[in-house]
């Protein structure tokens, strides 16, 4: 109150007073708009931005994903053919561990060498039944 006493004190029509304040209020509102616009420019822009990143993401998912899925497909492959040798392996250990049971079971000849020599087979065959016992 005490302004508009001031401004009719110094001759300023209130008319002109509002004036200026409507072109004041005009200005902040244009101003206020163009920053809007500006803004949501800059917003609809990161949202782009955002989508953008989203689909990358995606993609590279994908390709690890990929690249783990073959990982996992080469391990179960690894894991089978290791699996099959093993198998050929204990099949392989029985018919060697028949064998030698079948060696330890046969009596054996006794040549008629010296008794060193003897000696000497009788060792050769005692190392192959211990030998087919561990198997």
Known sequence: MALLMALDAAGVPIDEVLRDAEARRDALDSYEASERKQV????????EENLQIQAELESIRAHYTARIGRNLEGVAREKAT???WVALKQEECRSIAEAAELCVKLPAPEPAL???ANGGMRK??????????LL
């Open 82 to 84: 290791f699996d099959s």
């Open 114 to 116: 010296d008794s060193s």
């Open 124 to 133: 050769a065959v005692s190392s192959a039944t211990s030998s087919a016992k």
């Open 40 to 47: 949501e420019e800059e917003w609809a822009r990161k949202a």
